[in-house]
């Protein structure tokens, strides 16, 4: 556990989710070293907060989905330690916030006083799982498409791939799963990890956690059917990864297959993802250029 | 070309149920998902009540749901992934037994 930390609240201020973002920066922030980020001033005044963020984890309160703390982050480059969002965990907890006041109840206090306990909670400890039992060897060859200054890299053997822009690496009954070059590439700097949880059993496309970027939120959808055995916890410090290294470095999560060889049927080799991937970079492209 | 674009995993992209479906009672026409999805799912009606439909259902990614994650007030939903995966492996089994 770090002793200090930077706060950064979306303080949203016509909306309820967004007060309480203010309420939790400050729970975190009293009696302590941490330091508050306004983002308001962080958006005309770089230099005020650049050193407390860059040098300190950052933990980002947002109040809803639009992510408006998030976004700032990753305008300001800056990684993102752990975050929250009130409408999520109001929703885990059952809780209805309010739509006809802005003013915080009891209610809404406790749920922040709850969201707050759990930023500053220990890190919870690494898997035992994380000892490899696999070697994955990186991938020797790769097919590469090129588009303007874009350059897109997808590995030739070993490898199967769906179109929602995953890849799956399969070793005896093992596999690895990440995100293709394409798709780290359209997210771009990618600032925070969120696994899916070690020991959990996951069906063919349910979401395997996401990834997130000042664009985007990307949820994962597992290429196959598989008990989760371990998870790249280095992401958690370092999600840039993904974007350095897709295919080694960057993957997200070691799966234990269950029931590859049916599900194999349903995903793509190399040479019929390359042409998916043509495709969704003309897309793109056209659409970039009309927008 | 046109023959790709029209299937998912093998199958009839119209014999699979995958949009988002917006909640009008939500929505606040911030607009955030039209912006954010780059395939044309979403249009704008400028000068109707109901500002902005889901034009293009079959242009709308099977599993992806990243629009939602973009919309403030949480007014989008999307089918059951279980079923409609559940949906396309049997279609699947019933084209290649036709086979
Ligand atoms: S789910 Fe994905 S493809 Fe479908 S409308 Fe939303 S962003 Fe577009
Ligand atoms: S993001 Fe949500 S609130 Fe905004 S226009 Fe889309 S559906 Fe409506």
Redesign the interface.
């Given at each position: 556990m770090s002793d200090k930390y930077a706060v950064l609240p979306c303080n949203g201020l016509d909306k309820c989710a967004g007060q309480m973002t203010k309420e939790i920066a400050m729970l975190l922030c009293e009696g302590t070293q941490n330091e508050m980020i306004c983002p308001v001033f962080y958006r005309v005044a770089d230099a005020r907060y650049d050193k407390i963020a860059k040098e300190n984890p950052l933990l980002v309160v947002d109040g809803c989905g639009t992510r408006c703390a998030s976004k700032l982050a990753g305008e300001k480059g800056l990684k993102i330690f752990r975050k929250m969002t009130v409408t999520e965990e109001a929703q885990k907890r059952g809780v209805t916030l309010p739509t006809d006041t802005l003013r915080l109840s009891e209610k809404e206090i406790a749920l922040c006083t709850a969201m707050a306990d759990e930023f500053i909670k220990e890190e919870t400890a690494v898997p035992e799982q994380m000892v490899q039992a696999v070697e994955f060897p990186a991938p020797a060859e790769y097919l590469i498409h090129k588009k303007d200054k874009f350059i897109f890299r997808v590995p030739t053997e070993g490898f199967y791939f769906s179109e929602n822009d995953c890849w799956l690496q399969v070793v005896g009954n093992r596999a690895r799963i990440g995100i293709t070059d394409f798709m780290q590439q359209s997210l771009s700097d990618i600032m925070f990890f969120t696994p899916p949880p070690v020991g959990v059993e996951l069906e063919q496309f349910d979401e395997a956690g996401n990834v997130e970027s000042g664009k985007a939120v990307f949820e994962l959808i597992c290429p196959v059917s598989g008990k989760v055995v371990a998870v790249n916890t280095e992401l958690l410090t370092a999600p840039e990864r993904i974007n350095e290294n897709p295919y080694e470095q960057g993957w997200v999560a070691e799966l234990e297959l269950t029931n590859f060889d049916e599900e194999k049927d349903f995903l793509l080799n190399t040479a019929d993802y390359m042409k998916i991937l043509k495709k969704k970079v003309d897309e793109f492209h056209v659409n970039k250029q009309k927008g | 070309?046109s023959e790709?674009?029209d299937t998912?995993?093998?199958v009839p992209r119209d014999t699979i149920d995958w949009k988002p479906t917006i909640d009008y009672e939500k929505c606040d026409y911030?607009m955030?998902c039209f912006d954010?999805c780059?395939?044309?799912v979403f249009e704008k009606r400028e000068n109707e009540p109901i500002k902005l439909v889901v034009a293009n259902p079959l242009n709308c990614?099977?599993?992806?749901?990243?629009c939602?994650?973009?919309?403030?007030?949480?007014a989008l939903t999307f089918p059951s992934?279980?079923e409609v995966?559940k949906k396309?492996?049997e279609t699947?089994e019933a084209m290649s037994s036709h086979e």
């Amino acid at each position: 556990m770090s002793d200090k930390y930077a706060v950064l609240p979306c303080n949203g201020l016509d909306k309820c989710a967004g007060q309480m973002t203010k309420e939790i920066a400050m729970l975190l922030c009293e009696g302590t070293q941490n330091e508050m980020i306004c983002p308001v001033f962080y958006r005309v005044a770089d230099a005020r907060y650049d050193k407390i963020a860059k040098e300190n984890p950052l933990l980002v309160v947002d109040g809803c989905g639009t992510r408006c703390a998030s976004k700032l982050a990753g305008e300001k480059g800056l990684k993102i330690f752990r975050k929250m969002t009130v409408t999520e965990e109001a929703q885990k907890r059952g809780v209805t916030l309010p739509t006809d006041t802005l003013r915080l109840s009891e209610k809404e206090i406790a749920l922040c006083t709850a969201m707050a306990d759990e930023f500053i909670k220990e890190e919870t400890a690494v898997p035992e799982q994380m000892v490899q039992a696999v070697e994955f060897p990186a991938p020797a060859e790769y097919l590469i498409h090129k588009k303007d200054k874009f350059i897109f890299r997808v590995p030739t053997e070993g490898f199967y791939f769906s179109e929602n822009d995953c890849w799956l690496q399969v070793v005896g009954n093992r596999a690895r799963i990440g995100i293709t070059d394409f798709m780290q590439q359209s997210l771009s700097d990618i600032m925070f990890f969120t696994p899916p949880p070690v020991g959990v059993e996951l069906e063919q496309f349910d979401e395997a956690g996401n990834v997130e970027s000042g664009k985007a939120v990307f949820e994962l959808i597992c290429p196959v059917s598989g008990k989760v055995v371990a998870v790249n916890t280095e992401l958690l410090t370092a999600p840039e990864r993904i974007n350095e290294n897709p295919y080694e470095q960057g993957w997200v999560a070691e799966l234990e297959l269950t029931n590859f060889d049916e599900e194999k049927d349903f995903l793509l080799n190399t040479a019929d993802y390359m042409k998916i991937l043509k495709k969704k970079v003309d897309e793109f492209h056209v659409n970039k250029q009309k927008g | 070309m046109s023959e790709d674009k029209d299937t998912f995993m093998g199958v009839p992209r119209d014999t699979i149920d995958w949009k988002p479906t917006i909640d009008y009672e939500k929505c606040d026409y911030c607009m955030e998902c039209f912006d954010f999805c780059p395939h044309h799912v979403f249009e704008k009606r400028e000068n109707e009540p109901i500002k902005l439909v889901v034009a293009n259902p079959l242009n709308c990614v099977v599993f992806c749901r990243a629009c939602s994650k973009t919309c403030g007030p949480d007014a989008l939903t999307f089918p059951s992934k279980a079923e409609v995966s559940k949906k396309i492996k049997e279609t699947r089994e019933a084209m290649s037994s036709h086979e």
